[in-house]
C-alpha cells in the first residue's frame, strides 16, 4: 500500500442503523397493527413514509358488516360436564360401618375376575345399587394370591381404587375408604354412594 492510499481519508458511510426499505415499513406497519398489547395504553400512530408497493397485500377497509361481524363473539363448543369430585368418608361413618351401626346395602365379590370383567362388573353393580337407593356397598377386591409373581399380586386391589375416581365412576360415588378387618381389611372397600337423581 503506497503512502498516498494510507493519507486518503475515509469517505465511506459510517457504520449504523440503515434505513428502511418502503417494502420493510409497509411490512412493518402491517405486523404493528395486528399486535395486541399487554394493558392498554396510549394508541401508537403508525406512519409510513412511503406508499404501499402493493395496494392489494394492505387490510381491507373496514365496513360496518365486518365490524359487525368482528365484535361477534363466535360460538364456542360445549365443553362436557364436569363429573362431581370424590369427597373422603368421614372418619365416624367408617367407624359406624366397621361395627354394624350402619348398614351395608349391597356387596360384590370382585374375585377371580380379570381386570375386564371386574371393571364391567364393578360399573354396573354400583349404577344398579344407585338406582335402588343404597348409600353404602361393600367391594371386595381380594388381597391378591400368594402363588401369583410380586407385581401381579393383588391387581384388582390397586386398580379398584384408580377406577373409582374415573368419571363414570365418579356419577356413582361419593367416596371410598379401605374396610375395616371384619369386613375384609385391605382386600375391600367401603364405597359411599350419590343419591340417585330423580
Known sequence: MSGDELARPDTRRPRGRRRLSADEEHLW??????IK???????????????????????PVATPATKKAANTPTATPRQPAVAPALVAMARRERQQLARGRAAIDARIDLHGMTQTQAHGALLRFLRRTQADGAK????????????????????????????????????CVLGFDAAHTGH???????????????
Open 184 to 198: 375384609g381389611g385391605e382386600g375391600a372397600l367401603y364405597v359411599r354412594l350419590r343419591k340417585a337423581r330423580s
Open 37 to 59: 398489547p399487554l394493558r392498554p395504553a396510549k394508541k401508537v400512530a403508525t406512519t409510513t413514509r412511503h406508499k404501499a408497493p402493493n395496494p392489494e397485500a394492505a387490510s
Open 136 to 171: 353404602f356397598v361393600l367391594v371386595i377386591t381380594g388381597k391378591g394370591s400368594p402363588n401369583t409373581a410380586p407385581g401381579e399380586r393383588g391387581i384388582l386391589r390397586r386398580q379398584v381404587p384408580l377406577w373409582l375416581g374415573l368419571p363414570d365412576f365418579r356419577a
Open 29 to 34: 406497519s402491517v405486523v404493528v397493527r395486528t
